[in-house]
């Protein structure tokens, strides 16, 4: 059974920095991907950033030159570096794995950006 756990959240005021780390566990395959999504308060989940196995990127635009997602394939662990934090970047972060052309969540972590 897929498992992902994620940690690194919590407060912070603008400008500043925080990274998460999502571990991955049971029934992974080498190939896959692995990403970072965001849910604020009424609206939709969006993409953040998506890493493949093989190390390929994808950021949404407003995160670009912002944060930084990378992945340890020995570890089955992805994690978002993220810096110069903003208001609107307030939000319950997602991690998500496909692999197989199915899709795993893990169960949020609430990152708030105030002063």
């Known amino acids: 059974q897929v498992q992902l756990v994620e940690s690194g959240g919590g407060l912070v005021q603008p400008g500043g920095s925080l990274r998460l780390s999502c571990a991955a566990s049971?029934?992974?395959?080498?190939?896959?991907?692995m990403g970072w999504y965001r849910q604020a308060p009424g609206k939709q989940r969006q993409l953040v950033a998506t890493i493949t196995s093989g190390g390929s990127t994808n950021y949404e635009d407003s995160v670009k030159g912002r944060f930084t997602i990378s992945r340890d394939n020995a570890k089955n662990t992805v994690y978002l570096q993220m810096n110069s934090l903003k208001p609107e970047d307030t939000a319950v972060y997602y991690c998500?794995?496909?692999?197989?052309?199915?899709?795993?969540w893990g169960q949020g972590t609430q990152v708030t950006v105030s002063s």
């Open positions: 998500k794995l496909i692999v197989v052309g199915l899709s795993y």
């Open positions: 049971g029934g992974i395959f080498s190939i896959n991907t």
